[in-house]
């Protein structure tokens, strides 16, 4: 009976109390010539009283198993409920694990962009030229169709600053200047010094500047 569980040990047990305590009862009933003899009747007793302490025994066997699984399940629903929280620990690392990369590398490049920048200063004069032809030429604020994705910008990009009218016209002045040869240039001058009337000259640097008499 070792290797059958416990609840097929009982069942065995108790099909043998069964049929022990039904030769008990035919025994009784049956006519005195057919009787069992009083050896074989005590061992028949004998025998139902040992099945009854085994079976006893196995009853108990059988409570302890209970308790025990039981138990087992308490330690499966405790360890339900750690396996949940482990996993939304290791979800909550990994977002965290995430945002951290994320934010290195975010970082490292502000880094790269402010080494490049301090290698490369700009000048305040410059951006504040810059800024003054953006205001005088563009807007500073989207048109009010404008979405998302729209290509259009509220400030010229360089190939729209050289193709607009600063750009052309202060090009268009330095060819001129070039072109033109010393006496013209010179008759120019001294004309305008004379009325008092100032010419625009585009600059090298691309400042346009006012040529006044005196």
């Keep these: 009976m070792s290797s059958l569980s416990t609840r097929d040990t009982l069942l065995t047990l108790i099909d043998d109390v069964e049929i022990i305590a039904r030769q ?3 025994n009784s009933i049956s006519p005195k ?3 069992l003899s009083s050896q074989e ?3 028949i007793v004998q025998l139902l009283i040992a099945k009854d302490a085994e ?13 025990v699984e039981q138990v087992m399940a308490g330690v499966k629903a405790e360890l339900s409920k750690v396996d949940s929280a482990i996993n939304n620990l290791e979800q909550q690392l990994y977002e965290a694990h995430y945002g951290l990369c994320t934010g290195i590398y975010q970082a490292r490049q502000k880094l790269k962009s402010i080494g490049a920048a301090n290698k490369r200063p700009v000048n305040t004069e410059e951006l504040i030229r810059y800024a003054q032809r953006i205001s005088s030429t563009h807007a500073v604020s989207a048109p009010s169709n404008w979405q998302q994705g729209d290509s259009r910008r509220p400030y010229p990009t360089d190939l729209e600053m050289r ?10 002045l330095h060819n ?4 033109s040869d010393p006496l013209s240039r010179h008759h120019h001058h001294s004309d305008s010094a004379q009325s ?7 600059q090298p640097t691309g400042e346009c500047t006012i040529i006044t008499g005196g």
């Design 41 to 43: 009747l005590e061992a």
């Design 33 to 35: 010539q057919q009787r």
């Design 196 to 202: 008092g009337v100032g010419v625009f000259a585009w």
């Design 163 to 172: 193709a607009g009218f600063l750009g052309q016209n202060g090009q268009l």
């Design 55 to 67: 079976l006893k025994k196995t009853i108990k066997v059988a409570k302890e198993q209970a308790a």
């Design 176 to 179: 001129q200047g070039h072109l």
């Design 24 to 26: 008990l009862v035919d």
